[in-house]
């Protein structure tokens, strides 16, 4: 499994728009083969602070998001929305 943790800096007057981007990608993304989970959190600290969550089966799975209409459409779109560019953290687990 590979999971995602992607960082936003949202701008306060672009928020709206933010979030009907991300809710979009929620429910498309959520559809794929080989989503396990895709949520957005707020942080509690700080109200333009989120964070994406994405469970992918395997980096195939990965791949073939990044290339869905709805993920090419956020990636041209979302930085317009943010403080700085987003932060993408991927994460493979740890065989025991």
């Not at 949520?39 to 791949?63: C, F, I």
């Not at 956020?74 to 953290?89: A, P, Q, R």
């Amino acid at each position: 499994m590979i999971t995602l943790n992607v960082f936003f800096d949202v701008l306060q007057e672009h928020e709206a728009n933010f979030l009907k981007l991300l809710n979009h990608m929620v429910v498309e993304s959520g559809k794929e083969d080989g989503c396990g989970l895709y949520q957005l959190w707020r942080n509690d600290h700080d109200p333009y602070s989120y964070v994406l969550v994405e469970h992918w089966e395997s980096q195939e799975h990965l791949d073939a998001h990044g290339r869905t209409p709805h993920w090419i459409h956020f990636n041209d779109t979302v930085n317009g929305y943010l403080k700085s560019e987003y932060d993408e953290h991927h994460y493979k687990e740890i065989p025991r």
